[in-house]
């Protein structure tokens, strides 16, 4: 049967140097059509995503190329990078090409922290759009963040993913600084509220403080109680 012969080639391979050098040769060719094929299936993945221009990009398709290679060692591929380099690109204004190049440390960062790589990509893009952070600072808050909520007895993914839903909440914490946004984060998660509740109630109590001060200044303007 074909198990047999299956053996009889295996064993011709190891006695006969013609067969097992035909058979080198054989695997060298299947390995370069493997790679070519894998490769137009990337350039027409990139297309789809990015239009017919990004394909005649160099610098694209080698950072995207290059990104797919490095996200091999995560277990993950071009399909991830691509997603990445999307959501930074159209979501928050990053140009292509430096999405790209930066997809690799993204789809890292999540690996590392337990996240979705668009839950990832939205926290850099939050933390550089929003925040006016540099891709290596967002990279550190996130990481940062991650290990003070995990000190603090609060699942660094739960904080992060709950931070990539609340772009206001980021937007109004971000500035009273970074410190703020993050303690902020895991406080809420501690108090099983999310992080707009928290912001939500801090401005409230603001708004109360303000409204008694406006109260007691027009008091003392008028010389009476109002």
Sequence with gaps: GMASKAKEFAKMIVTNPKVAAFAAVGAIIAGIVKAATAFSDQITQ????FGFLATRSPEVSEALRISSIQAGLLGKGMGEVVEITET?????????????KLSFNVAETA???GLAD???AKLFGSFMDIGGLTAGQAEDLIKSTGALAAMNGVAPRAVL????GSAESMARLFQEGSDSL????IAARKLGVNLDSVVGARKSSLDFQSSVSSE???S???GRRI
Aim: proline fraction near 0%; hydrophobic fraction near 50%.
């Design 46 to 49: 990139i297309g789809k995503s």
């Design 88 to 100: 930074l690109s159209s979501q928050f204004g990053v140009s292509i090409d430096e999405a790209a």
């Design 111 to 113: 690996s590392a922290l």
């Design 118 to 120: 668009g839950e990832a």
């Design 161 to 164: 993913q709950d931070i990539a």
């Design 182 to 185: 993050v303690e902020s984060s």
């Design 216 to 218: 007691l200044e027009a």
């Design 220 to 222: 003392a303007i008028l």
